[in-house]
């Protein structure tokens, strides 16, 4: 028997009268500890910790099968917007097209105050002054929670198991104020987005990147620390679920959601891991990008299937285009900190859009109507 | 043994290899004959038919209950919106304030068409063209479409099983020009709102009344056939789901998420109604409104706990004030269908917040302040 307060987490894995921990602490690496630890003892958990899970999942999904427990996440991703259980339950078949969302809460504060004209530094000191960003904020602005989202994100929609790191990813360290002042002028507002998309040759395009929206996508409004969520679905064309991300509030509200469904024993099933036809991860496609950059030494237009426009002042010049992702993931430019790479609204194009607009592209030369 | 197609729906009622009917037919009375007599024969049953499921609510919950079916119809409500799933597997705990909703897309593209510019008939005549509204569009236009929706959400919002005459409603057939004008002067959207919400007396208000909605709240973007609903609980705040509430693959795709459940014999438990502590409806509280008119003589100030503001042309006259529902439902001018009745933001107060704020006048006045 244990007090009903400790600081040793082994107490209360040991007591053979907890069938349930719930797991709210930040260090990942101890948390791994406790939920393995706690699945071998057959007890039930409930977590809040992206880290972890989309760094461990198939493990994860592995032991709390092998234990016959139940692994309950939902204040994983999106806080309180029950993401995962409507993944899980109500888009659990082949209709799902696509999601995109912003779920990270920092970063979209972050963004809205660069909307509102502030620097980067100023809107980052901004969010931590407000509690919205960690004072280490890596995490955050260089898009590592979103992907770990966008992971276990994956899992659900489309039972695809990856890593963190096989996902590409860009933050929004990068941005520069020219970035902000195309948007203003188009009209877009810039909010760092995960996406995941099935393809029409049945493979999954994944990824985590700066994105201009234009003011007919849901998105568009999510302002501040509150996150959204777009789900695309074949009949039901596009739904929107909003609320707020992160702070304690809203995870708590996910929290007791969580327990409250281990009444009844309701578990995740990751039906869609166990379907006959898996679906699979791929980079062979192309996304409409803009890129911006300090000199023309940087970035090598043949990096890019189709060049739309190019624009030159004295302090930055841009290229918006079309560029296959393999490629682009291994230009010298995607890591160069100072480029900043933006998509384009309606981002993904499908390889097979390509070739065939090129080749219309010869036919008409060819007609020398160019 | 009966062929793939039929229009006798005794064959597929009487087919013992049949243990799931999807009802979708438009006559409420035969649908009430096919899902009462499948629940007997053992056949669980999916529906979209809202009037049906709210004019038998407790009966329909009691048979399926007694012959141990499932019956699910989340395509009844907001169409692919998954409220009803949310509410009972997700929102399932005591935190639950509010629901305030668009759940009816005709008559929401009606009013988007009128605040472009549209008188009502035009706006309507536009949304029959397009198939948004019915040639005999009553259901829509006067609520009841949308009260029958609202007496299924309290069910499985808080556990209230009401009949839809208990609930009150008013339509939109009674706006007039110069509503639109006072919505536009202030920068407000009309929407047909269905709302229930828990008072701090632990009872529940309910009603679907038209509204003025200011920019900040989620509804405010909810534009022509779109539904949308803010869920407000305690701990995450306000959440907002959003999408296409009705049209055939809307339907289609709530429908066929349901036909997926059942795969795993998922059924609605109804928990809140089981619950101990039962919520009950109630009609005591007040609601801050805007009434509009032609004549002095069809309102009586008196009827109104306050008077914000009145405001008199040769056209049209209106006062805004706040009024209890229970004397609002008995007023005479309540069903003059040329007086219009619209919801002031933050429309619900409660009974000792307005004893509160008497209370506090009547000491200021002692205190000669006032």
Redesign the interface.
């Known amino acids: 028997m244990v007090s009903l307060f400790t600081t040793d987490y082994n107490e209360i894995l040991d007591d053979p009268e907890i069938n349930l921990i719930v797991e709210l602490i930040d260090d990942a690496d101890e948390a791994y500890k406790i939920v393995t630890t706690a699945f071998k003892k057959k007890k039930s958990v409930v977590s809040a910790n992206k880290k972890l899970i989309a760094e461990h999942l198939a493990e994860l999904i592995f032991l709390q099968q092998e234990h016959d427990v139940s692994f309950l996440y939902?204040a994983a991703v999106c806080?309180?917007?029950?993401i995962i259980?409507?993944l899980e339950?109500?888009?659990?078949?082949d209709?799902l097209q696509s999601i995109s969302g912003i779920v990270n809460g920092s970063t979209n504060y972050i963004l809205t105050k660069i909307g509102e004209g502030l620097t980067y530094k100023e809107a980052l000191l901004q969010a931590q002054q407000l509690g919205f960003a960690e004072s280490n904020p890596k995490l955050d602005v260089e898009g590592i929670d979103a992907v770990n989202k966008l992971t276990i994100l994956l899992a659900h929609a489309y039972g695809v198991v990856s890593k963190p790191g096989d996902l590409i990813h860009i933050g929004i360290t990068r941005l520069q104020g020219a970035d902000a002042g195309y948007a203003k002028e188009k009209n877009y507002e810039i909010k760092l987005t995960a996406q995941t998309i099935k393809l029409s040759n049945g493979k999954v395009a994944a990824f985590v990147l700066p994105q201009f929206i234009k003011n007919d996508s849901?998105l568009f409004?999510v302002k501040n620390e509150y996150n959204g969520v777009v789900i695309e679905?074949?009949?039901?064309?596009?739904?929107?679920?909003?609320?707020?991300g992160a702070g304690r509030?809203?995870t708590?509200?996910?929290v007791?959601?969580d327990i409250?469904?281990l009444t009844?024993d309701?578990r995740y099933?990751y039906k869609k891991i166990s379907r006959q036809e898996q679906y699979v991860l791929t980079h062979n496609y192309f996304l409409r990008v803009y890129v911006s950059f300090n000199d023309w030494a940087e970035v090598d237009r043949r990096d890019f299937e189709q060049v739309f426009e190019f624009h030159s002042t004295e302090e930055r010049q841009y290229i918006t285009g079309l560029i296959q992702v393999d490629k682009l993931r291994n230009v010298k430019w995607f890591n160069d900190p100072s480029v900043s790479i933006i998509l384009l609204p309606q981002a993904v194009i499908e390889k097979e859009d390509v070739e065939t607009r090129a080749l219309k592209k010869v036919s008409l030369h060819l007609a020398g109507v160019n």
Request: aromatic share 18%; hydrophobic share 25%; proline share 5%.
């Open positions: 939902e806080g309180s917007i029950p259980r409507n339950e109500y888009y659990d078949n209709l849901q409004n679905s074949k009949l039901a064309d596009k739904q929107f679920l909003y609320g707020k509030y809203p708590s509200s996910a007791i959601s409250s469904a009844y309701y099933e």
